[in-house]
Every structure is written in C-alpha cells, then in structure tokens.
C-alpha cells in the first residue's frame, strides 16, 4: 500500500522545518500573483514592492499557524498579503503621502480593457450595476478602503455607504447567479 504526500502539504512541512529552499520555492511561484493583490489596494509599486517583502517574512514566521483544515496555502498566503496591503495604505506614511492627491486620481479599475473579466461575465455584470456601485466596491474591495473612509471622502453618511454596498454586492450576486442558471 503506497501513499502519496500532497505538494502542497510537502511543501507546507518543508517549510515548517525552516527549509530555505521551500521558502524560494514559494517566492519565485507566488511573488508574482501576491504583489498583484498588494499592488491593487495600494497603488504604488514601491510601497508594493516593501509590503511584499514584509509578507514573505510573515509567512515565513508565522507557517507554523497555517492549518490546511481551513483553506488552502494560496488563500492563507492572500489573506496576509491583502491585510498587510491594507496596513500599508493606512500607515502613517502612505497616508501622508497621498495626502496631496484626491480618491478621485485613482484610475477606475472596471474600465480597463484588459479582457480578462469577460471570461467570466463580469464586465457587462458591473456594467449593469452603475458607476456608483462599481465606485463603492472598488474603493472598499480593490482599494481597501474601510466604509469610514470611503464616507468621509465621498461625503456620503456611514450607515449608507454600508447599504449602498451591501445592496450593490447583491445585484451582482443575483446577476451572477443568473449566468450560472
């Protein structure tokens, strides 16, 4: 009877016995897809470029806390990259830099013509959906701003921009669930 080890759970124990190797592995597979994330909320290589430095060192620290039980590596590795990128955007000094430029410079991230989200239907969804929607979820989702923020920037009351949200998400989520019907 022979049994074969996952690569994943392989490299997730080869990790855990502080294999450097298994530590280039995963940076050189997934640095490229998690700087993505960390780009997106932050908009800014350099600060980018220092979160995912920051992140591999968490991962690194920190493996012996990932239990499969609960997801798989990637996710764990994406939930740690989106929060750093969140603290990254709310510290201090990304704060004081962007302070010279308004919500409104950020390039609208829904109207890109990169193609890849009409894989899947989701550009005519969010076309659906109106500017307001797609401008709520981008700064929330995309940009990582909490819903104090996005009120105090789009001058809008708190407890609406967390109904406007919530009921934009459920548009989208009753539009996609008519594509998969």
Not at 54 to 81: C, N, P, S
Not at 106 to 119: A, H, I, L, Q, R
Request: hydrophobic residues 35%; positive net charge.
């Amino acid at each position: 009877m022979s049994t074969t080890l996952d690569f994943t759970a392989l490299l997730v124990k080869r990790l855990k016995s502080r294999d450097t190797t298994a530590l280039d592995y995963l940076y050189e597979h997934y640095s490229e897809a998690l700087f993505g994330i960390i780009f997106r909320t932050t908009n800014h290589k350099e600060i980018a470029e220092e979160t995912l430095h920051d992140v591999f060192i968490k991962i690194w620290q920190q493996i012996h806390q990932f239990d499969e039980k609960r997801g798989t590596l990637f996710t764990w590795m994406y939930r740690i990259a989106r929060n750093k990128a969140i603290d990254a955007r709310r510290s201090r000094e990304f704060i004081s830099q962007e302070k010279s430029s308004d919500i409104t410079d950020y390039v609208d991230m829904f109207e890109s013509t990169s193609g890849k989200e009409n894989y899947i239907g989701l550009k005519e969804i969010l076309t659906n959906v109106g500017k307001q929607c797609k401008r709520l979820i981008q700064l929330n989702f995309f940009m990582g701003y909490s819903h104090a923020e996005i009120s105090e920037n789009e001058k809008i009351a708190l407890g609406t921009v967390k109904t406007r949200i919530r009921n934009c998400l459920k548009d989208i989520r009753n539009n996609l669930g008519r594509d998969f019907e």
